[in-house]
């Protein structure tokens, strides 16, 4: 969606080149809810591994992110020291900087 509005996009796959423990720390730090906000918590992997009411440590959900990709919340767009998690249209057209465009009106014959 953001290449589509013009953002440019540095994409990356957390399951080939997955981020450092430091990097989940300094993603979590700019989020109101810190690591549980990068957790997928509906997902499959999450259901999976039996994580649904366990209570661990920043640390311990830091370094499972580090360890299973499948658990991170996606898609993470990021500029500055802004974030968005999901897809949230209105939320990334903000963060791109686009403006909301209206809806063309349709001729009517």
Not at 33 to 42: K, S
Not at 60 to 78: F, M, N, S, Y
Not at 86 to 100: F, K, N, Q, V
């Amino acid at each position: 969606m953001l290449s589509e509005i013009g953002a440019p996009v540095n994409e990356r796959r957390y399951f080939d080149d997955r981020p450092t423990l430091e990097e989940v720390k300094q993603l979590a730090a700019k989020l109101p809810g810190g690591v549980q906000d990068l957790v997928a918590v509906r997902g499959r992997r999450f259901r999976e591994m039996g994580l649904a009411g366990k209570t661990l440590s920043d640390e311990q959900w830091a370094q499972l992110l580090v360890e299973e990709p499948g658990l991170w919340r996606r898609p993470i767009a990021i500029k500055g020291d802004e974030v968005v998690i999901g897809y949230d249209p209105e939320a990334l057209r903000r963060l791109a900087g686009a403006e909301e465009k209206p809806e063309e009106e349709t001729a009517k014959n």
